[in-house]
């Protein structure tokens, strides 16, 4: 099956830097790429999400990017504020979601 | 609309014993799906179904068992507990299999002594 993996698994930033979390999967017939984001005792809510035929997609101070041929997609956050520090997943999906492990994200004020 | 509602919200049990999770959508979504979210191993799927009557199994199915009699109904269960499924326990639901977004519920948080 799938395997993704992400990295940092632990990322601190200054507010109003930029944050970049990387993931990598093995199966090139994955097709859709979702970005989680977990508060701390939250449920998972998606914040982005990016199918193989975009090379990239932005929502505000979000963006997500996709290398399908080196199998890896990236989420970055600009302009960082306290309120997004949390845990982020990706994932990559063909017909069943494959998570990564996390990267729990702070941000100091 | 309640999205997915998910039932108990904590639970401590005793190895050995059994329980049910029980969890709604209001959505009219045909898959569902149980994970479980232990630290540092991100969520890994138990189970799912893609329509009432109908279940699966997931990357981590052993020890667990599901059943889908009602289209928005989704139940987990522990027949025996073990220590090893001490766990955070997320249901989710989606429009389509892997190609939507995941709608997941607020999470049971299970210990087993």
């Known amino acids: 099956g799938e395997n993704v993996e992400q990295h940092p698994s632990t990322l601190s930033v200054q507010e109003g830097d930029s944050a970049v979390i990387k993931c990598t999967y093995s199966d090139s017939a994955s097709n859709y790429f979702p970005w989680y984001k977990q508060e701390l005792g939250k449920r998972p809510q998606l914040i982005i999400d990016?199918?193989?035929?975009?090379g990239e997609k932005k929502d505000q101070r979000i963006a997500v990017t996709l290398n399908k041929t080196a199998k890896h997609f990236s989420l970055h956050i600009t302009e960082t504020q306290p309120e997004d520090s949390a845990v982020y997943f990706c994932a990559a999906s063909l017909k069943e979601f494959y998570f990564g492990t996390g990267t729990s994200l702070t941000v100091i004020p | 609309n309640a999205g997915v509602t998910q039932t108990p919200k904590f639970r401590v049990l005793k190895t050995g014993q059994s329980m049910t999770l029980l969890c709604a959508q209001d959505?009219?979504?045909?898959?569902m799906y149980w994970y479980r979210q232990d630290p540092g191993m991100g969520l890994r799927l138990i189970h799912y179904s893609v329509g009432e009557g109908t279940t699966a199994k997931g990357e981590v199915p052993d020890g667990y068992n599901v059943s889908r009699l009602k289209k928005q109904n989704f139940l987990l269960g522990l027949e025996s507990a073990a220590p090893s499924q001490t766990s955070v326990y997320f249901c989710a639901s989606s429009y389509s299999k892997g190609r939507e977004k995941l709608f997941f519920g607020s999470g049971t948080q299970l210990s087993v002594l």
């Open positions: 959505m009219n979504h045909e898959y």
């Open positions: 990016i199918r193989s035929n975009v």
